[in-house]
């Protein structure tokens, strides 16, 4: 009995120690409680792909913008306003981006319906000047009737309403809008252009104040948020300059641009760039040169640069350095302006969500160029929105139907409030870029 009992004892211990010798926990990787064939299961489920998906969410998205903002022929800024303040050019111009990308991405006759409606509302922003001929120039306020607008002139402002009567065109083919988008440019290279320093001035009320202010309003500053998207449009216009020599005009003045841009507004560390610089007069050579420099790296101004080089390199494919200033770029915005968020596990990008869909919209331009560093970078920014569809995605309240603008951090990240002291999150210019992007997406996701 005493040897049978030591041989069972005997096999439970060498049974214990080859357990234990193996791991121990069935688990051969040594992690806790796992199981090599079934392990456990993610759920990605609410990361789509689906471009039909995407332009429901976006047509939803815009639903719920045109029916809480729009207001007849005009638009209010913010529904959280009690005053429910006429919305100003940046955020209605807005509204005309919306209905592009959706009418590009769905054909859906009701959208170029949408779209040429809310073209037509840009006309109340209209001014009357004696400015050069064959020019046309925006303000920041609507008139009570079209052609009167009123206040600032902001150059950056006028150059997102040319990029929209250009994609306008591109969509519909009406040869009107071509014609006021070339109208524009040549209203802001007329006007706004500095050509000893080979940047565009933020405004057209500070651009003669050298006192080196780089506060908006202060003082003259060139912005990269005015030169580079006038780079960007100065080169897909020019396909359609029929006149050899503007055409010509157009693509230096592109070139010169980008490379000032690049030597005087470029992180080098990121490849991003900084907001805008101040100008002043030398007293002895009497020259405009920069002073103070505003270092914030905003992601529309890097996304502007990035679509920028990938335009020039398309007119010049042997000169490979636009593209190379444009791939490095965007893969410093990927990587400094998209942060991972610990908790949500995916890249947290800027609270604003118009910031985000511009950048989006560079890292889809870049397809063109390099579709596989285009590919990594939107599959990022489409983890992110389609979180933030996921998880914030309001369903009582005044935000009901819409999703934070703050895609990854939610609705509290925007406590803040705008000029009016309405909080911010209810910005027509931010939820009309949430439908935006969803119909960005949709149209790189069917192709």
């Not at 992690?31 to 090599?36: A, P, Q, V």
């Not at 560390?269 to 002043?280: A, K, P």
């Not at 933030?388 to 995605?393: R, T």
């Not at 951090?409 to 969803?438: C, P, Q, V």
Request: net charge negative; glycine share 6%.
């Amino acid at each position: 009995m005493k040897i049978k009992k030591f041989t069972v004892i005997l096999l439970v211990l060498i049974m214990a120690f080859t357990c234990f010798a193996c791991g121990g926990t069935g688990n051969s990787d040594g992690n806790n409680g796992g199981d090599d064939e079934n392990p456990p299961q993610v759920d990605t489920s609410w990361d789509i792909t689906d471009s039909a998906e995407m332009v429901r969410r976006a047509a939803s998205l815009a639903e719920r913008v045109a029916q809480t903002f729009v207001k007849g022929s005009y638009a209010v800024n913010n529904y959280n306003d009690a005053n429910q303040a006429t919305a100003s050019l940046w955020p209605y111009t807005e509204i005309v981006a919306m209905y592009n990308r959706l009418y590009a991405a769905t054909k859906d006759v009701t959208y170029k319906t949408k779209l040429e409606q809310a073209i037509s509302g840009l006309a109340y922003y209209k001014g009357t000047s004696n400015d050069p001929a064959n020019t046309s120039k925006y303000h920041s306020g609507r008139g009570s009737s079209t052609g009167g607008g009123y206040g600032t002139v902001f150059y950056d402002d006028n150059i997102w309403v040319a990029r929209e009567f250009y994609e306008a065109y591109v969509n519909t083919q009406n040869a009107d809008y071509l014609k006021e988008s070339v109208a524009i440019v040549n209203f802001i290279m007329a006007e706004g252009y500095e050509p000893e320093l080979k940047g565009i001035y933020w405004d057209q009320d500070t651009q003669n104040i050298y006192n080196g202010e780089t506060s908006e309003g202060k003082g003259a500053t060139i912005n990269v948020c005015t030169t580079a998207p006038t780079i960007m449009m100065l080169c897909k216009l020019s396909d359609y300059i029929t006149d050899t020599a503007k055409q010509a005009q157009y693509r230096t003045w592109a070139t010169q641009m980008f490379s000032a841009t690049y030597q005087n507004f470029r992180d080098v560390d990121t490849n991003c760039y900084y907001d805008r610089r101040s100008v002043v007069i030398n007293e002895a050579t009497k020259k405009k040169e920069y002073k103070n420099i505003d270092t914030a790296i905003i992601p529309y101004n890097t996304a502007c640069m990035v679509i920028a080089g990938v335009e020039l390199y398309r007119l010049n494919p042997t000169n490979e350095a636009f593209l190379n200033a444009s791939k490095a770029s965007a893969a410093g915005a990927d990587m400094s302006i998209g942060r991972l968020d610990n908790t949500a596990k995916v890249k947290a990008y800027s609270y604003n969500s118009w910031f985000n869909v511009l950048l989006l919209d560079s890292f889809i331009e870049l397809k063109s160029a390099d579709a596989e560093l285009s590919a990594q970078y939107v599959e990022n920014m489409r983890k992110s929105v389609n979180y933030g569809y996921k998880n914030f995605l309001a369903t009582e309240g005044a935000d009901q139907g819409f999703m934070s603008p703050s895609w990854v951090r939610g609705w509290s990240d925007i406590s803040f409030k705008d000029n009016n002291g309405a909080k911010e999150s209810g910005d027509l210019l931010l939820h009309a870029a949430n439908a935006e992007t969803y119909a960005l997406l949709a149209a790189y996701y069917a192709n």
